[in-house]
């Protein structure tokens, strides 16, 4: 795999982008950019989808150049704006929201600098990321969400361990649906994955800290 990536410069910028985005802290934004790129990469190459799913996902495979060409599988961030993931097949991926937890007994006091300048506050944070698969082809829908589903089970543990998180579940993977507004013609199903981590926030104090002070007497004049 190593060679493959050397000899392929999209491929390289691609990889060097998500171990960027593995470093912590971790943020929300950082990881719906980052699970974007993974299942970008993983549909780059049919192979990636195993004996069983190669067969019937062969023809869907995402251009790590970003070129855009009509009928090709467009893996994109969920936008909200009318038109902007019109693009069937497609994957678009989405943090549904996110629910926070106090980290200690009580309290979300993790620390303090030495020179007491900044005071560091963590909190647990529950997201779930979102994947929905759209085309024209129910069965082809399912089995990309099956293959993504697999994909990202494999990567749970080493994932947690690089980024810190305290757990990345799959937890849904829903049959064939027909959502409004969609085409008639278009299917989708949904993956949803739980993820937590610690959320930490740094209080810096801008204003100059007083080390000293002292007190001098002197008789009036």
Request: proline share 5%; aromatic share 6%; charged share 25%.
């Amino acid at each position: 795999m190593s060679d493959v990536i050397d000899n392929n410069s999209e491929l390289k910028e691609h990889t060097q982008a998500i171990l960027d985005l593995i470093c912590p802290p971790v943020t929300f934004t950082s990881l719906r950019r980052l699970f974007l790129l993974l299942v970008q990469s993983h549909f780059a190459f049919p192979e990636n989808h195993g004996p069983l799913l190669e067969p019937t996902l062969r023809c869907r495979v995402y251009d790590l150049s970003g070129k855009k060409r009509e009928g090709q599988l467009d893996i994109a961030l969920k936008n909200t704006k009318r038109g902007n993931n019109d693009s069937v097949p497609s994957i678009l991926v989405s943090v549904a929201g996110a629910a926070f937890e106090k980290s200690g007994l009580g309290a979300d006091y993790a620390g303090k600098s030495d020179d007491n300048s900044t005071r560091f506050q963590t909190k647990i944070a529950q997201t779930q990321l979102k994947f929905k698969f759209r085309d024209f082809d129910g069965d082809i829908a399912l089995s990309m969400a099956e293959s993504t589903m697999v994909f990202l089970e494999s990567l749970k543990l080493p994932l947690m361990q690089d980024m810190g998180l305290h757990s990345l579940d799959v937890v849904r993977l829903t049959d064939i649906e027909d959502e409004e507004p969609e085409p008639e013609n278009v299917d989708s199903a949904t993956l949803l994955v739980n993820i937590q981590f610690d959320f930490s926030i740094a209080l810096v104090t801008e204003s100059h800290r007083l080390k000293k002070m002292a007190m001098s007497l002197r008789p009036a004049v």
